[in-house]
């Protein structure tokens, strides 16, 4: 457990490649939205009921495991500076379980982080690509294409930096799931069914806040967005996409919707595909109705947040390397703007 | 002294500084686990170690003056929100929310001292005893060759004792001086901190600095009237004076003085038990004594200038004086019985003069009769104290004893002989001291209720003046005040202001409200009003901030345990106290002869037979008594008296 000190990691190779002629840069996306669901139909197979229904919390006896890991990660990066038109990008992603037990106090029980740099290298000076060698920065290359054209250049270095945070998440749930303890689950903040190992362990849940993907339509789909605060929908198979593995899931309403939005209070939860996963939904359900408290606020996600998951990306984010974001008590003109900041 | 712990134990603590709590020279700011031993008071350490390239590292110690909790809860509202209304819900969450303990430390010192700067944002560690030493500068005092430490008290903290230490030349004199100490009463607080405090010094006293005694005005009840009876300990008190060093016992040499009742031969003191009474000396003044300290009982509004003078004359000319009247009388005046045959000489020599007038020797008749009216009635509201006739009986001055506690307990005569008692008390120590010929080098002297005699408001007294003149010149002379008050914010505030060692008991929320607190922060405040018994708040010259400390129960016996255990015998009838008196001198003493001797004979012959026999010590107590007594006169007939001319003749009629 420990993460590096990527403080020190990332000035070294950001201060040799710039040593190497690269042109410093100073550019801070507006903060990640988290890794969001596909955005696309794909259709559903009804498992619990025949089609999609609305199934009421009241009465259901919420399960309470002992202990509960939260996992979730952060991403964050920047432009360091360009060579040329090619961006060349610090990136930083980290990941973390924070483990409540008996005393509900989440403590971190496995955290990793990783620094890399995303750019072109077939586009950099010799001089750059030598300084990038000898730092020993994994560097993760972006298409041809994209790093040809600044526009694409930047949405294409943010799927990269979205891949790479995914693929610590994962490996660091695969690696917890492993010493799962007998009373003990897992929640993940997202989907499951990119992990073989977390979709079929029976005490993995995926918690998915984005709501991109589109199971239903017509009168299943308005069930399903109009689900009432308390209540879930019948479990339901989403139909499998790619590299997805089979994975049975419902939605779930923390938050009465009316009077906000549609998706205001509305999770999916993603869990093993298994007759057991059915006959405990409600009790799960229940189960994450409770997280409703304490309030994930100030954050503005705080209607479908858990609790226990903001707390580890706090806990994620104050380990940051600070110079990967912009200090709130910072006077310095907001480096993503293109415009010199006037007045206060 | 000081131990020093295991070195480099692990952090309990980091510093934090924000744009809106920044670190600075004089506070720093430091969070904690939630479950911690640091609170109010407590003494930390803050390490920032050099780079090893020159860069020298830097320690800063300071004391918690304040402490917060906050947890990540963005308003009030949104726990409302989550618990759906219902407070009970609250507590049901299955995630508690991320806390805080932070807390606002007072620097209290920095090592290397210069460049002084904001304390760095490193890892802080509770204090151990060698940084306790540190911390507070007790280093410069507690070694060396001539080390000037007393304890004072322990510092408490997580687990962690330390002693605390006071420097004498501060505490006694000559750098600073003099200790007050407030609290409210009923607590056992101030009286049982000081008799500890005493004990300290006179164990702890540097022999450099030569040799102490102690007067103590014992102003209410039982309170100093058993210093020399052990007290009961717990196995905590016991343990508690070990770390100190300082041996559990009672005073060894204890003098108690105290003046008689009304009845002139039983003492009006609480300390009357048969076991305890023969080592009361009774305190005794005469026209002396009383006339040097008249300002202190006259009343300022009453007597003037014309009297001030006449009093003077009395004071220069005719006591302890041969002293002609000028109407053919001649006198000697040592008793207020001889200035009462002056005065009638004086008031007769007028009337019979024919015509020369009301004024004698300069001074107005009604000058010469108020000034004799003030007089006697300080011979009756001081009766016991102040005898009318006999000789005296006071304190030993020029032969104080080192380590020795001179109790003067006034707890039950009036406020005029209380101030009396106190003034002269305190001006005579003052004198004997300017000469270097009391005996001791140093005088720690014990006042309570010092908001009665030096109070912030009020007339300015002869009392109050000498409490101002000790506090700003006595630490010159030796002379210490020790003074004790329930309320600080009402005593003079020349007189705590010059107090170089503050100690706080349990303070009276209302009290602390005064702006002598405003230095202190809410927390220390609330801290001082919930403070137990047995802790206290130390303010020292060398202490930067004031410290907690606790100490142990004084190892004497406390008034009122001391009333149980020795309860005060019931006045005796007139012959017994002779004879008690008598046989206190002299164990030879027959009481029935005694009492044989006394019957029939006037009780003021009596007394000043007593008090002769007294203030001599022969060796045959009963044949000097005796002596002095005379033999019985028989009644002789009145003599027939002389008629009194007139002093203005109305007619020269013959009939």
Partial sequence: MGAPHTLTESRSWVDAILAAGVVPACYIPDASVGRTDLEEFTGADPVEDPELRVHSLAGARALAPAAVGFLDGIEQWRVAGYAGVTPIVRVYVAAAVRLRGADRRPRTVAEDAAELAITRLDRLPAAVREALQITGVRVVEISEEDAGQPARALPAVRIEVQKARAALERRLAEQRVTALGSDEWLVVDGVLSDSAALSAHSRALGIVKSHGAEYFAGVELERALTLPAGHRTSVFRPKRRGARREIYSWYLRLWPWEGNDLLYGLLRVEARAHPETVARASAISAWLTTERAPLSTPDRRWDRLLYPIHDVETYLRARAPRDLVLHPASRIPHPGSRLPRTGS | ?655
């Fill in chain 2, 1 to 655: 002294m000081i131990e020093r712990r295991d070195p480099a134990p692990p952090p309990v603590g980091r510093v934090v500084a924000t744009e809106q709590k920044p670190a600075t020279p004089h506070q720093f700011h430091f969070w904690t686990a939630n479950e911690t031993t640091i609170g109010i008071g407590a003494i930390v350490r803050v390490e920032q170690p050099g780079n090893g390239e020159g860069e020298t590292g830097k320690v800063v110690w300071g004391v918690v003056t304040d402490g917060f909790a906050y947890s990540d809860l963005a308003t009030p509202l949104h726990d409302v929100v989550g618990a759906e209304g219902d407070p009970a819900r609250a507590a049901e969450s299955p995630t508690v929310r991320q806390e805080i303990r932070l807390w606002t430390a007072a620097v209290l010192r920095q090592q290397p001292e210069e460049p002084l700067q904001p304390v760095p944002l490193g890892p802080v560690h509770v204090a151990t005893d060698a940084d306790v030493a540190q911390a507070l500068r007790m280093d410069a005092y507690l070694g060396g060759a001539q080390p000037t430490a007393i304890p004072v008290g322990l510092y408490t903290s997580g687990g962690l004792e330390a002693p605390v230490y006071l420097d004498a030349d501060f505490l006694l004199g000559p750098e600073a001086a003099h200790l007050n100490i407030s609290g409210v009463s009923g607590l056992a607080t101030k009286t049982s901190a000081v008799e500890f405090l005493l004990g300290s010094i006179f164990q702890h006293f540097p022999p450099h600095k030569g040799r102490i005694a102690a007067v103590c005005f014992n102003v209410k009840g039982p309170d100093l009237c058993f210093l020399d009876q052990p007290g009961a300990l717990q196995d905590e008190d016991r343990r508690r004076y070990e770390r100190l060093a300082i041996r559990a016992q009672p005073f060894e040499s204890v003098r108690y003085y105290a003046p008689f009742k009304a009845d002139g031969v039983n003492l009006n003191t609480l300390r009357t038990h048969p076991d305890l009474v023969g080592d009361v000396e009774p305190l005794v003044w005469g026209l002396r004594e009383v006339l040097d300290y008249a300002e202190v009982v006259l009343n300022r509004d009453d007597i003037d200038a014309k009297a001030d003078a006449f009093i003077d004359f009395l004071s220069d000319r005719v006591v302890d004086k041969e002293f002609e009247d000028g109407f053919g009388g001649a006198h000697r005046v040592v008793t207020f019985a001889d200035l009462e045959r002056l005065f009638r000489s004086i008031f007769d020599g007028l009337e019979l003069g024919g015509g020369r007038g009301d004024t004698w020797r300069t001074h107005h008749i009604a000058t010469i009769r108020k000034v004799r009216n003030r007089l006697s009635n300080i011979s009756t509201r001081a009766k016991g104290l102040v005898t009318d006739d006999g000789p005296s009986n006071d304190l030993p001055w020029g032969r104080f004893e080192d380590r020795a506690v001179y109790v003067v307990d006034v707890a039950n005569v009036d406020p005029l002989a209380q101030d009396l008692v106190f003034a002269r008390v305190v001006s005579k120590l003052r004198e004997h001291l300017e000469r270097r010929d009391l005996g001791v080098d140093a005088v720690v002297v014990f006042v309570d209720e010092l908001n009665k005699y030096a109070p912030a408001d009020g007339p300015e007294t002869y009392v109050k003046k000498m409490l101002l003149d000790i506090s700003e010149r006595g630490r010159y002379l030796g002379l210490v005040l020790f003074g004790a008050e329930q309320f600080r914010s009402q005593v003079h505030r020349r007189v705590v202001g010059n107090a170089g060692t503050m100690v706080f008991g349990r303070m009276d929320s209302d009290e602390l409200a005064t702006p002598g607190y405003q230095v202190l922060s809410p927390a220390t405040k609330i801290k001082l009003a919930t403070l137990p018994i047995g802790e206290l708040m130390v303010r020292h010259p060398h202490f930067t901030q004031p410290i907690f400390v606790r100490f142990p129960r004084p190892a004497v016996l406390r008034g009122r345990d001391g009333v149980e255990r020795f309860p005060p015998a019931a006045d005796l009838p007139f012959e017994d106290a002779v004879v008690r008196q008598l046989v206190k001198l002299d164990r030879r003493v027959r009481p029935n002869l005694v009492k044989d001797l006394i019957a029939d004979r006037r009780e003021e012959d009596v007394r000043r037979a007593l008090a002769h026999t007294r203030q001599t010590r022969p060796q045959d107590a009963f044949a000097h008594f005796r002596k002095q007594l005379g033999g019985r006169v028989a009644a002789a007939p009145a003599a027939a008296r002389e008629s009194v001319a007139p002093l203005n003749p109305i007619a020269d009629e013959p009939y």
